[in-house]
């Protein structure tokens, strides 16, 4: 897999977590940088964790999926990316919020936000991907990109978090059809 395409999916995985930390940041009275960095990071090191769990999961079948697994990889991207879209469209609202986050609840949002990234370590699995620099680059993209949203919710908040999902959704999307022409085409 080449490095544009391994970035592509880091940026759709990541918008779920841009989204909720926009949203989390939103009706604070001002940027709390501390809770913004704790977010950030446990956002950036789930993203990292479930693609790894996914792959490794995945290690144990990939001999029985050889023959397709290009379908199983654009199944599992399209329906991401498809859940990505549809939740995109439920909207949002800027509520009042606790000044600082619990460590559970910012626990919670990271694994909540990162599901999706295991089962794109499934496909990794399936397609024989070597995983360490999609891992790197997911969490570090997410880490990058969650931190700037929650510096930025202040002032757009929910207005641009269904946009952010909306976006992901479409580029993991897109990376699923991508994967699946080129192995009809090459087969």
């Given amino acids: 897999m080449d490095l544009t395409t391994i970035l592509l999916i880091a940026l759709g995985l990541s918008l ?32 990292a964790l479930m693609p790894l769990a996914g792959w490794l999961a995945g290690l144990g079948f990939k001999s029985l999926i050889a023959d397709f697994d290009h379908w199983v990889a654009f199944i599992l991207l ?48 399936a397609l024989r991907v070597d995983i360490a620099l999609p891992v790197l680059l997911i969490g570090l993209v997410t880490f990058l990109l969650s931190l700037l949203a929650a ?17 992901g959704g479409l580029i993991l999307v897109a990376i699923g059809l991508k994967i699946l022409l080129a192995h009809l085409k090459a087969g």
């Fill in 78 to 125: 399209a329906f991401i990316g498809g859940r990505m879209i549809v939740g995109s469209q439920r909207g949002g609202e800027c509520r009042a919020q606790p000044a600082r986050l619990g460590l559970m609840t910012m626990l919670g949002l990271a694994l909540a936000t990162s599901i999706d990234a295991l089962a794109v370590g499934l496909s990794f699995s």
């Fill in 151 to 167: 510096i930025a919710g202040r002032r757009f908040g929910v207005r641009l978090a269904g946009r952010a999902e909306l976006l």
């Fill in 16 to 47: 779920d977590a841009v989204a909720v930390s926009l949203a989390s940041s939103c009706a604070a009275p001002r940027v709390d940088l501390r809770q913004a960095l704790s977010l950030s990071l446990l956002f950036g090191f789930f993203q």
